[in-house]
């Protein structure tokens, strides 16, 4: 078995990549390392009944074939394939997951993973973070969580461009998502097509809505050496005032579109921190915006926001050669070298 420890320092040689989660983020993932020359798809894990068995090239639409097949055999896939690499997309919530990590990091395997929690786990998910934590140090490999949204746009980015300030008062995000654009589980997390009573009650019951909002309020914060006083967040239903049809929902007028989720964080007494992010369907000037109060005054805008599903894919499979040579541990985007694009 490949170890932890003979990633590090691999520099240019081929990683050998395993995809766990084969769903549309997955697929997307599976796309772009089959088209990197450095990487090595060699295997992928799913649970999915349709999925398990069949051929990887299949289920992606490849006219080759490129020698993998979907299994639900975890252990046995991690124990035969020995990747250096896992790129983890199952589900949002880390304590469903944090067994799928644990496996992998016992077998030698770093692990850059999209589950939303694991930006910055420490925050809502301390018991988890500490198991994780250990099975990265015990094991000698890196745990990464990053994204889009968490991990790029309302957190990462908005440090980044810090690095040009002499002082900071308050950092804003903004982002704007027509969630029409998006794929179909992302239309229903947001609650697109129930009724307002409907939402409501799901939301209760932690079943509705973003996950990672107040853990990307943490990263700012801690990039910033903020000791916050306090991080909360708030989620409201947008409610259609037009008939709206998807590929996937049909929306009437009064039901509802999608959700705006608002977070901040409050230091010494006073806001410094505020993230605003919609994600409904219709929104007609989708963008994602970071606002910097301070010396100087920033302003950063990207006009029809960040494609979440393409740039999600694309930031797990970047971060792949930093992630297989970082130091072991469990990480954060403020660990690690700058993510960009390796071709």
């Given at each position: 078995m490949m170890s932890g420890m003979s990633a590090k320092g691999a520099g240019a040689q081929t990683l050998r990549v395993v995809q766990m989660g084969v769903g549309a983020i997955g697929r997307e993932v599976c796309r772009l390392v089959l088209d990197r020359p450095h990487l090595r798809l060699v295997g992928a894990i799913d649970t999915d009944k349709d999925l398990v068995g069949r051929s990887l090239s299949e289920v992606l639409g490849l006219k080759e074939d490129c020698g993998v097949t979907i299994s639900n055999d975890v252990e046995g896939t991690l124990d035969a394939c020995e990747p250096e690499v896992v790129i983890h997309t199952t589900t949002s919530r880390l304590?469903?997951?944090v067994h799928e990590i644990e496996h992998a990091a016992r077998?030698?395997?770093n692990v850059v993973s999209s589950t939303e929690e694991l930006l910055f786990p420490r925050l809502n998910r301390p018991g988890e973070a500490a198991r994780l934590e250990v099975a990265a140090r015990d094991n000698n490999v890196a745990i990464l969580g990053t994204g889009v949204n968490p991990g790029f746009v309302m957190d990462t980015l908005a440090v980044l461009a810090t690095a040009v300030c002499s002082e900071v008062e308050l950092i804003e995000c903004r982002r704007v998502v027509d969630a029409a654009t998006r794929r179909q589980p992302l239309q229903l997390k947001v609650g697109a097509g129930l009724s307002v009573a409907e939402f409501n009650s799901l939301l209760a019951q932690?079943?509705?809505?973003?996950?990672?909002?107040t853990e990307s309020i943490a990263l700012i914060a801690t990039a910033l050496g903020w000791q916050w006083d306090n991080i909360d967040q708030r989620t409201e239903p947008v409610i259609a005032r037009r008939d709206i049809r998807t590929d996937y929902v049909q929306v009437r007028t009064g039901q509802v579109a999608g959700i705006h989720n608002i977070g901040w964080a409050t230091v010494e007494g006073r806001e410094r921190i505020r993230l605003d992010l919609q994600m409904y369907v219709g929104a007609e000037e989708p963008m994602d915006e970071v606002v910097i109060r301070g010396k100087p005054n920033m302003t950063l805008c990207i006009p029809g926001g960040?494609?979440?599903d393409?740039?999600?894919a694309a930031i797990l499979v970047n971060a792949v050669p930093i992630i297989a040579n970082a130091e072991p541990g469990l990480l954060t985007m403020?660990?690690?070298?700058?993510?960009?694009?390796?071709?």
């Open positions: 304590p469903e997951v077998h030698g395997a932690g079943k509705m809505g973003h996950v990672g909002l960040t494609p979440g393409l740039a999600t403020l660990d690690i070298p700058i993510i960009r694009c390796r071709m």
